[in-house]
């Protein structure tokens, strides 16, 4: 489905080349805002402290993505390459024949990828940009997730019904919701440190089989095939 959004001069690519003399100031604006927006929210950060952030002049925010809503949604639509790997491996788990494991790796496939960017020095803020957008919902996040997340909801969707025929699309999709909910609180939680007296870290990858684990119990607890 072809983008709705402005077009906008993004950048080549999200890493700077390593022989780049100059530094790529249109990049520099780009994780600027990630990472505010990811830290404060959309509407607690400005322009002005967005070009702050990124050590550019105000005027060069505007030139590079125009309105601040724009530059909010180039984010996303520079890390469709994440979206596109998670499909990917969507259909790779999918694929006639169906595996005994099936399940498994199409869950593997929803929370993997994202847990490895949040655990990624560029991904991280973007990881918890996302996550914080889906907890608390604008009119700006509200339009992102139409545009760029649920089509990757409905392929998931498309694909547990059929691992589980016998379910209807409101159970696989109250699944869905529920799968997402414990990555979203996995990535963002920090009381878990709290409540085991040390013993566990926030959002430690080690944790990610157990994250696995209980997902797919959930899913095979409550859908039918």
Request: neutral net charge; contains cysteine; aromatic residues 10%.
């Amino acid at each position: 489905m072809p983008s709705t959004f402005p077009q906008r001069r993004l950048p080549e690519s999200r890493k700077a080349s390593q022989g780049d003399a100059q530094p790529n100031r249109q990049r520099a604006i780009l994780l600027a805002a990630e990472k505010l927006f990811a830290l404060r929210g959309y509407h607690a950060v400005s322009i002005r402290e967005i070009a702050a952030e990124a050590g550019v002049p105000l005027a060069l925010v505007g030139y590079y993505y125009g309105a601040k809503q724009d530059l909010y949604y180039a984010i996303f639509e520079s890390w469709q390459g994440t979206i596109d790997t998670r499909l990917a491996q969507l259909r790779a788990a999918t694929q006639p024949p169906i595996a005994d494991d099936a399940l498994e790796r199409l869950i593997a496939s929803f929370i993997g990828p994202v847990v490895a960017l949040h655990g990624s020095p560029e991904g991280q803020y973007y990881a918890l940009m996302a996550a914080r957008e889906l907890a608390l919902p604008t009119a700006e996040s509200d339009k992102a997730q139409r545009e760029f997340f649920d089509p990757l909801a409905h392929a998931y969707l498309d694909a547990l019904q059929v691992l589980f025929p016998g379910s209807s699309r409101g159970q696989v999709a109250w699944c869905y919701q529920f799968m997402l909910g414990a990555l979203l609180h996995f990535l963002s939680d920090t009381r878990v440190a709290r409540l085991s007296k040390g013993e566990n870290q926030p959002a430690d990858p080690a944790a990610t089989p157990h994250l696995l684990r209980f997902v797919t119990a959930g899913f095979r607890a409550v859908l039918v095939t």
